[in-house]
């Protein structure tokens, strides 16, 4: 009669260093401390290298099927974990003796077979149970973010040419970018192919450094060490060394293969080739805080989806189940002291394939001021239109400028239930000017995009001023076209002209304004540099701000876009004010030189 009860992994691969291999590991061993566990495997018994991995596991290696379903039988286990549950291993038949559990590694079982219920899959929309890394030892670190610091890409796993294709290489051999690092983790296997791959990345070892195979408690210092990390597989199914970038703050850049983006999700950068996959590094090299944002999604995504003790308790849950109790994790002193904090009941709910984002610092801040004036059913459609924005990571900042209107305010304590709307007050009305000066100050994000209470933001605005800003560094403001609304929700077209850098505002302004204030984006820390804008101006402060900006040499662009509903009606902020008056006497002082900066 044996003491503890006896768990067979059969494993129809080789023993390596792979993800695979490596969450067999941790079953394998966690297991040992409420069962006798024996691994049987492909191999010739020369699997030196990685026996030491190994400890308190009974290592068999088997030449085949036939010899493997002979060792299982004569073990007697008290439960069979297979992996790869295609490649059977004599299944059908031991499946009748004695109770097993399957964890399918391959992207296909997981993704499009129909499996038999004693199948666990491990990724996409059959996942029942996650691969897990401990998020103590896998965690995040402050990274620097300044434009100097090169930016550290990692590259983890086998020199192999399913995790490095000959595609890529070939690529690789013709990138020259600049301050950019790739430090490649791992080796693996010594093979023909293995040594071919690894002398093409030394060719390029002004790009490239290659540490070689690192040992697996070093790896979270090495996460930390780096901004990003770069998945060039040409298949994978779920990518270990992708969940243990995310637990420790790294997006990911990857191909948009098999598991991937169920893997990764919303926390990395997923692309459909080589030059992209080049282009997304890059992008992730000039946009720091984009980087920041997506690091921290990733972390909680691993929180989330990826938590070692998560996936323990759920194999111990099925183990108890297929075993009817004789195989019982939870029972007296079969608790692993390493994972002495594993919750042992099931969670009320399932994690989800794609969670929604914890609430994270925004790229963009929607600045929205608010007085007396519009209809509250005006205003409201004005804050559903921002919040209905898709595409780009925002805020809405709503200043209420001592606003006396109770259905204005109500409007306003309605948005605030939203986790996207931060709501600042000012003590007494100060003027638009001072309302925008606020939000400047107060912005979270490095963009800042207008609105007003009464008009309509159209859908898309956001996610395409994030975009052109992106991708135009230059640019310190950009500005489109606008719609106009009259009652009754008859539209018109605003003919504006162009911008033209080569020709001052001060040479066509007064025939017409060519820069629409409720479309603009422009940079917070750009802004706040000239000083914001004039308090002392009633309605023309954006004139003033636009003269100095192209006073101050800053890059302005237009666009074509339509990015304003402008609602037509008497009771605008503008009304009542002599708007020629101020026009000319801020051009004036423009034209003549006496704007400050």
Known sequence: MRSKPLIVHALP????VGGAQRIVMELAKWATDFAEVHLVYLGNGSDETWR???SGVKLHPVAGDKEAERLIDSLKPDLIHQHYPAMEWGVKRLIAKYPIIGTPHNWAQNAEMILPDWVACIAGPQAAIRHGVD????????RELGPAVPLRVGIAGRLHADKMPTTFLKSLSTWRPNNIQLHIFGRGLDHPITRRVEAELRRRGDLCVLHGDVPAQEMPE???SLHCLLVPSRMDSVSLVAIEAMATGLPVVARRIQGLPDTIGDAGLLCDSDHELFKALEWLRDEPLMRARLGETARKRAEQLFDIRRMLDQYGQAYRRVTKGRIDPTQPGATCPARAAVPHSRPETAPTLNPKPQTLDPVMTVALPIYNGPRPAWFQESVNSVLAQEGACFELLIIDDGCTDEGLLAVIDKAAGDERVRVIRMEKNQGIAAALNRAIQEARGYLIARADGDDIMPAGRLAQQYEIMREHPEYALICGNMTGMKFGG??????RPAYRPDQRLADYWLTDWCICHPTVCYRADVIRSIGGYDESLAVAQDLDLWCRLEQAGARIGKFPNIWNSYRVHS???TAG?????????????YREGEVAS
Do not use: C, G, N
């Open 13 to 16: 691969w080789q023993l390596t």
């Open 52 to 54: 030491d991995f190994w």
């Open 135 to 142: 998020l103590d030892l896998y965690r995040p670190a402050k």
């Open 222 to 224: 090495r996460y930390r």
């Open 490 to 495: 008859r539209s018109f077209p605003i003919i």
């Open 571 to 573: 009771a605008q902020a």
């Open 577 to 589: 004010h002599d708007m020629r008056v101020e026009t000319e006497r801020i051009l004036k002082r």
